[in-house]
C-alpha cells in the first residue's frame, strides 16, 4: 500500500524539511537598501522598497517608519522589521510578491501563510490581518500596488483588478509578546500567476509611535504551519541579489577599439529576474596615467552585466584602459 504525504508536513527526526518557505529574507536579516526608512529621503513611500523582498503598501506617504529592529525580537532571534506609526489615523502594512517560478507546487493548493508578531501597544493596533493574495494578471506584471481603496477601520481593504483575496482576512488580535500567527488558503482563481502575502493594521484610529514588529516570515504547502526555515546569511543574500544588488566595482580593463572610443563590461554578482533599472556613480576612468575626460555612458543593458563607454580622442586602438570605483545598484523588483 503506498500513501501520498504532504512534503511540507513531513519531518526527520526533529528537524523539518528545507526548502519549504517560499518567501525570501523572511526574517529581514537582508537590508541592501539601509536599514532605516524615513521621510527624509522619500524612502516610507506607499509602494516603496524597504528591507530586501518587503514593500511598503499604506494609505498615504509617511505613514510608518521603517527599519530593521535588532532588540525586540523573538527568544533566538536576531531580526524583525519595525512598522513605527508616523501619521496617525491610517491603515498600513508591508507585503511580498513572489515570482511566478517560484510559485509552482503552490498555485492550485493549500498553502499556509505564518508569521511571528507583537504590537507595542493593544489599545490602538488592536486589529492585524493578514492575506494570500492571487494574481491573475501577467505573470510577473503584477501591479504592486495591489490596494484600491482602504475602507473603513475593520473593512478589509479593496483590492484592484486582477488580485484576489485567497482566505477571508480577519483580525489576528495579536499581543504585546511575540507569538506565531498563520492563515491558510486553498489558491483556486482561475488564472494565477502569482502569489502575494499581506500583513497591515487595519485601524483607523492609530496613535503617532506605537508599533508593529514581525518577524520569521513563511509561505508553505499545507494546511499548517511548520517550524520556520532558518536560510543561512549568504544564501539569503543571493535570493535577494536575483531582484536587488547594490555594490561597487573597483578596478576593470577598458578595450580600446578605435581612437575616440573604448569599452568594457562589469559583471553583477547575481543573474537578474529581469533586466535591471539602477544607479550608477562615481565612476573614475584612467588612461595612460591620467583621468579620462569627455562623454561617459555606464548603462544596464542585460540581465548580468553593466557596460562601460567612453568617447573622447587620442586613445589608440588595441590598448586599455582602468576604471576604478563604480558604486551601483540594479533594480529587478517585481
Known sequence: ?????????????DAPLSNRNHLINGAFAVAQRGTSFTSSSSANNDDTYVLDRWYILSDGNDIIDVSQETSTIPTNGKYAIALDVETANKKFGIAQIIEGKNCVGLIGDTITFSFKAKVSDTSKLDNVKAAIVSWSGTEDTVTSDIISAWGNEGTNPTLITNAT???TPANLSLTTSFATYSVSANIDTSGTNNIIVFIWSDVTDTTAGHFLYVTDCQLERGNTATPFEHRTYGDELLRCQRYYEKGEIDGCVLSIYKSTQMRGALYLKVKK????TGTISGAQIYYNGSTVSGSHSITLPTDTSIRVQSDGT???????????????TADAEL
Do not use: F, K, W
Request: aromatic share 12%; hydrophobic share 35%.
Open 165 to 167: 483575496y485567497e482566505n
Open 273 to 276: 529576474r529581469a533586466q535591471p
Open 1 to 13: 500500500m503506498t500513501r501520498a504525504l504532504d512534503r511540507a508536513n513531513i519531518q526527520v527526526g
Open 314 to 328: 587620442g586613445y589608440s586602438a588595441g590598448n586599455a584602459a582602468y576604471i576604478n570605483d563604480v558604486n551601483y
